[in-house]
């Protein structure tokens, strides 16, 4: 699922193919991608895109007349610059957005279609998509805290709640973790004053370069390749590849179709993690150390 600093690629690369000119027409391909009735959806045709934004993972399209075109990709939607007028494709496209000097794909390559899209009137119903995240990148280390302190969880699950933190998702929560050296099963209420700076420091640091550095490699062309994996990540995606820091092999919980990756020796004491329901499944033969899952390895 394409998280903040993918989604500021989009919003970077929509702005400056798209901000400025007139939505000329709007193809949908699935009728299960519009999901509001009220505006309609031709309202939007004809007018002009004033600007973009963000609310948490959504992408937001500004029109004139205080309209809103509110886009949720969900894990496998993707946005795609193509020629005046190009065809929807088959089976994996939803709907196409024409300006006067190209159209505007949107696609999801993925059995289950969940992307979404809504039509608002009104900064006060644009405001209901909001779930309440903190913007870490501009709120501040007390609000950072404040947000990990409302109630015990997981900072794996603190991180990628959206009624918590703005804009985190899987990917970018492990990479952030690891950068702080922090086990993703820690509970945020035992977190020490310095382990939260650490943790803050971290999540502006993971999520101020990779912005920067997508929008470095997809220069002025418009991102093609958005995906959760990235060549350069410490852990996310790395399962058994050699951790950047001490060489250690990354290690995963997988738990439908979420993840968590992480580096045993830089964040859990050489700990190995188990879900509850592998725990519970093998319990006494689950191995507790990286030695140990060696030694029944050769074994």
Not at 7 to 30: C, F, K, P
Not at 36 to 45: G, I, W
Not at 204 to 212: C, V
Not at 265 to 270: I, L
Request: proline fraction near 5%.
């Amino acid at each position: 699922m394409p998280e903040l600093p993918d989604v500021e690629l989009y919003l970077s690369a929509l702005r400056a193919h798209i901000a400025g000119r007139v939505l000329e027409r709007v193809r949908l391909a699935t009728p299960f991608l519009l999901r509001s009735v009220e505006p309609p959806l031709d309202q939007v045709e004809g007018r002009l895109v004033t600007g973009f934004r963000r609310i948490g993972k959504r992408v937001v399209w500004e029109l004139e007349g205080e309209l809103f075109l509110v886009f949720h990709l969900m894990i496998a939607g993707r946005f795609k610059w193509r020629e005046r007028a190009a065809a929807i494709p088959r089976k994996i496209g939803l709907a196409a957005f024409d300006v006067p000097h190209g159209t505007l794909l949107l696609t999801e390559a993925a059995t289950q279609k969940r992307a979404s899209l809504h039509v608002v009137r009104g900064e006060a119903a644009l405001g209901s998509f909001d779930p309440g995240g903190v913007e870490v990148m501009t709120s501040g280390a007390a609000a950072f805290a404040a947000a990990l302190e409302k109630e015990s969880h997981t900072l794996k699950r603190a991180l990628t709640d959206p009624h918590l933190f703005s804009g985190i998702g899987n990917a970018y929560s492990d990479e952030i973790l690891h950068r702080a050296r922090l086990s993703p099963f820690k509970l945020t209420r035992q977190l020490t004053s310095g382990e939260m700076k650490v943790l803050y420091d971290a999540t502006l640091a993971t999520l101020a370069e990779w912005t920067a550095r997508l929008q470095d490699e997809a220069g002025d062309d418009f991102p093609e390749k958005v995906t959760a994996f990235r060549e350069g990540m410490a852990v996310h995606g790395r399962f058994g590849q050699p951790c950047p820091r001490c060489g250690t092999p990354v290690q995963r919980i997988v738990h439908g179709e979420h993840e968590v990756n992480y580096c045993p020796a830089c964040q859990t004491e050489g700990r190995l993690l188990a879900d509850r329901a592998l725990s519970k499944l093998l319990k006494s033969d689950w191995p507790k150390t990286l030695d140990e899952l060696e030694r029944r390895k050769r074994a």
